[in-house]
């Protein structure tokens, strides 16, 4: 049987969960992931992952931090004077904001905190500095 290796598109069915057991994501219900390996187009773990697994293999396996999304970068971090804000925003705790930086490039962005006169807004990917668990069944090779 065939082996899933360098540029072939895969079909995968998965879960992913942070280590506390809080689930994050799945295909469960609908289609399933698919990718060609190598391409850079899932991240590096998980890519890494398939390599070698035959149709119908299931495997459950912790991608670290550092090969997920990276650790938190404290410098996308930021306290913001509420009087920097547009007056049609209403920043509340766990609302998605776009922001631009120096150079006009935009930047999602979530508020992680409200104060009378400012907030703090993570520029960070929800999933950096957290070591990410999968299962995955891996479907087809194409």
């Given at each position: ?23 994050f994501?799945?295909s469960?219900?609908?289609?399933p ?19 070698g697994?035959?149709?119908n ?23 913001i004077d ?7 925003i ?16 935009q ?36």
């Open positions: 049987m065939s082996k899933a290796k360098e540029n072939d598109k895969v079909k995968v069915h998965y879960t992913g969960r942070l280590t506390t057991g809080e689930e994501d799945s469960s219900g609908s289609q992931l698919e990718f060609t390996v190598g391409s850079g187009q899932v991240i590096l773990g998980f890519d890494q992952a398939v390599r697994m035959e149709v293999d299931k495997k459950t396996f912790t991608i670290p931090a550092i090969d997920a999304y990276g650790s938190v970068n404290h410098d996308l971090i930021q306290r509420k009087s920097f804000l547009p007056e049609n209403d920043a509340q705790v766990g609302k998605e904001l776009v922001a631009s930086d120096q150079d006009g490039r930047m999602k962005v979530k508020v992680t905190q409200v104060e009378d006169d400012h907030i703090v807004i993570d520029g960070n990917h929800p999933l950096a500095g957290k070591d990410l668990v999968f299962d995955i069944k891996l479907v087809e090779i194409v």
